[in-house]
Each structure stands twice: as C-alpha cells, then as structure tokens.
C-alpha cells in the first residue's frame, strides 16, 4: 500500500481543492518520500501544489483508500493568503463543504471530507453542556 499526505486545508469554512489537468478535484498532498515524516511530506507537498506555507498541520487521522493510505492533516490558513496552482497542479480552488459531494471529486477527497465533518460534528456535541 502506498503512504500519502493529504492536507485539509480551511479558510473562511471553505475547503481547498486542487486539480491537474482534465483530472477530478482532489485535497493536496502526495508521496510521502523515504527518509520524510508524513508532516514533512503535507507541509511539502501544500507549499508545492498550492504556494501555501502552512505555520502548523494537526493530524486528524489515516484513511485507507484503494491502494493507498493517507495521512491526513489539518491546516487553517489565514485570508490573507492565496492558493496558485503550481508544478502539476492546474488549478486550485476554495469550495463550501456542501459543494464537495456535488463535484467531480476523488472517492478518498469525497470520504475525508466527509469523515472530517463527521468528527468535527462529534466533537461539538461532545461539548455542548447537557441540561439537567
């Protein structure tokens, strides 16, 4: 199985996408190299895909696709930065979490996506004071 790190990357409750060229929507991220740590390899592959620098990743959880396993992070950039598409990536761009299930997205995009709303959606209840 390979090793991937994929990066959920938030702004303003929006989640960027990136895509190559005629190719389904995806979250950034890529190949975790030999001697990397699978942060090393989010923080790269983001600055890479996207020319953002993240100032830290939490890591949210692993998510088995087909052949691959992601280690996915969580990054929340400020509003002032901006996405560019950079090496193969040919475009890059914010979407609302509704939008996601309706657009030509990668099966694991789709699933993380979702998987991370779901724990996010727990961890809120989880909070909330219950009333005697």
């Known amino acids: 199985m390979k090793n991937r790190a994929t990066v959920l990357c938030v702004r303003d409750n929006r989640i960027l996408l990136v895509a190559r060229e005629r190719s389904r929507w995806s979250l950034p991220g890529g190949r975790i190299r030999r001697d990397e740590a699978p ?3 989010a923080l790269r592959e983001l600055e890479e895909e996207t020319t953002l620098v993240a100032d830290q990743l939490m890591y949210l959880f692993e998510f088995n696709g087909f052949s691959t396993q992601h280690h996915v992070f969580f990054a929340e950039v400020g509003p002032h930065l901006s996405a560019e ?3 193969e990536i040919a475009k890059c761009k914010w979407f609302a979490p ?3 299930a309706t657009l030509s997205a990668s099966v694991p995009t789709r ?4 998987l991370f709303f779901r724990h996010i959606g727990v961890s809120v209840a989880r909070r909330r004071p219950v009333a005697p």
Not at 111 to 114: A, D, K, M
């Open 98 to 100: 509704v939008k996601i």
């Open 111 to 114: 699933g993380i996506v979702e």
């Open 85 to 87: 598409p950079r090496n």
């Open 39 to 41: 942060h090393e390899a």
